[in-house]
């Protein structure tokens, strides 16, 4: 069985460790027990538990203080307090102090349960938030290779809006078409070369996580406006200071948090949850989305205030199979730009015939898709010149056009197929055409963020 997340116990009391550590395991949970304070702090760093369940009384030091350190280090480890009845009070104080729940012993096997679960669910949903938002935008290229009409244009437009210093940009395309590369160069363009000094690129996705922490990820929140608000936060347009925010995904973003967001981009102000004060705002938005936006304000999805505030300057970028001249440029680009990544001296070349294979395919997953497979080449292959025979079975066949008649009909073996298969196989190319980015590959698919982690779920897909 696949482990359900990794729970770290320290009491002093024997009975009680393997107790809980039996309820546990049983779960699916990876448990692993303490009996003794010293060096704590290490050890969790060390071992990175989803949850740690923390006595209060202990002989050498109270759980308090090791709650207090574990903390203070930033470990994302999310605490859950063991008490006796008598030190209910003290469990209160670690509430504030930053633990997410307690228990109180003895203790009753099914509330065990549904606390450790709560928690682990809220620490994925943590690390997934800081995840989304942060190491993306550190390790991003920003190279913007292309020689089309259009993409001649779109560069024109870039370096216009950028001198211009416009306050919003809305950037469409298919998924793969690199909004975000624009979105990037543009940052770029207004500010100069990332270095300290340089003001902050944030990076947002709006359809992967719940509205109420977009919400309060972006506007910040007053001290106790709502339980967990223990301190001021400032949200990411404050932050942003002089910089850009990229809302990515925007046409998923619900419709309440889009008058929030009109509001912010009329006034120049944010408020913070639960406070009062208009705070002046000096940031650069810009907003991406796959959807068709005026589709989405035709049936109500969208608002239309809102879409024409963002349509004032509005970039396209139109999908590769449009743009074929800019097949083999990037293809060759990639080519040159994963050997010396891997230090790889061996593919040189791409041979006339694959080169009209890849200019006549019509690469749904757009440059996402041209990259990745060229870098699989590179890996992979030990080859000097990539020829028909080394391409991929779905690219050598007839050209396929996205509303060609065989378009997206899938041909039911005589031996039938098995559904739940047919259906993982499909989740993991899905995931591996978006490196493994689950809000492009739900996208891809058609379905809700939600309803394709708990599809990944269903299959145990990590
Ligand atoms: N013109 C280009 N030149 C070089 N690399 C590109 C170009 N366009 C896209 N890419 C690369 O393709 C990948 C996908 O681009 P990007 O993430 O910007 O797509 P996107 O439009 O934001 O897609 P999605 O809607 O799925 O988020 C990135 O690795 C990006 O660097
Ligand atoms: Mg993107």
């Known amino acids: 069985m696949k482990s359900k ?20 395991r049983n779960e699916g949970y990876n448990v692993l027990t303490e009996s003794d304070t010293d060096d704590i702090v290490n050890k969790v760093r060390d071992w990175q538990p989803d949850v740690m369940l923390l006595d209060i009384r202990l002989p050498k030091r109270n759980g308090i203080d090791i709650l207090r350190d574990i903390k203070g280090e930033g470990l994302s480890t999310e605490v859950v307090m063991l ?3 008598d030190t209910a009070e003290t469990a209160v104080k670690a509430m504030k102090l930053g633990a997410v729940d307690y228990l109180t012993k003895p203790f009753n096997t099914d509330e065990v349960k549904i606390v450790i679960s709560n928690a682990i669910e809220k620490e994925n949903l943590k690390q997934e938030v800081a995840y989304l938002r942060k190491v993306y935008s550190e390790t991003y290229e920003r190279a913007f290779i292309g020689k089309s009409d259009a993409i001649k244009d779109l560069m024109r437009n870039m370096e216009k809006l950028a001198e211009a210093r416009v306050s919003t940009i809305l950037i469409t395309g298919e998924s793969g078409t690199g909004k975000e590369v624009v979105a990037r160069n543009i940052h770029h363009l207004m500010h100069g070369p990332a270095a300290s000094g340089c003001p902050p690129f944030i990076w947002i996705n709006c359809a ?60 120049r102000t944010i408020r913070r949850i639960g406070g009062d004060k208009d705070i002046p705002i000096d940031v650069t938005v810009l907003a991406t989305t796959n959807k068709n936006l005026s589709d989405a304000v035709g049936n109500g999805e969208f608002r239309k205030d809102l879409f024409f505030r963002l349509s004032t300057f509005y970039m396209h970028i139109l999908p590769l199979r449009e743009r074929p001249v800019d097949i083999p440029i990037l293809a060759r680009y990639f080519l040159e730009h994963f050997a010396a990544k891997y230090n790889k001296k061996n593919i040189i070349d791409i041979s006339p015939e694959a080169e009209k294979m890849l200019v006549s395919y019509n690469w749904p997953g757009n440059v996402r898709e041209l990259k990745n497979l060229v870098e699989r080449f590179v890996v992979l292959e030990n080859i000097d010149a990539i020829l028909p025979v080394h391409l991929p079975h779905w690219l050598t066949g007839p050209a396929k056009t996205a509303d060609g008649p065989s378009a997206g009909k899938f041909i039911l073996p005589d031996s039938g197929i098995s559904i739940d298969d047919f259906e993982k196989d499909i989740m993991l190319q899905a995931l591996a055409k978006t490196d493994n980015n689950k809000a492009q590959a739900a996208k891809l698919l058609n379905m809700t963020y939600d309803a394709f982690r708990s599809h990944l779920k269903k299959y145990g897909i990590a």
């Open 208 to 267: 992967a996580m719940p509205e109420t922490i977009l919400e309060s990820e972006l506007f910040g929140y007053d001290k106790g406006a709502f339980t967990d608000a223990k301190h001021d936060k400032k949200g990411l347009f404050e932050q942003s200071k002089g910089g850009s925010i990229l809302l990515d995904e925007i046409g998923d973003m619900k419709f309440e948090l889009q008058s929030k967001l009109l509001r912010v981009l009329e006034e």
């Open 83 to 85: 008490t006796a009845d």
């Open 5 to 24: 997340g990794k729970v770290f116990i320290l009491d002093d009391d024997g009975l009680i460790l393997s107790m809980l550590s039996k309820v546990l």
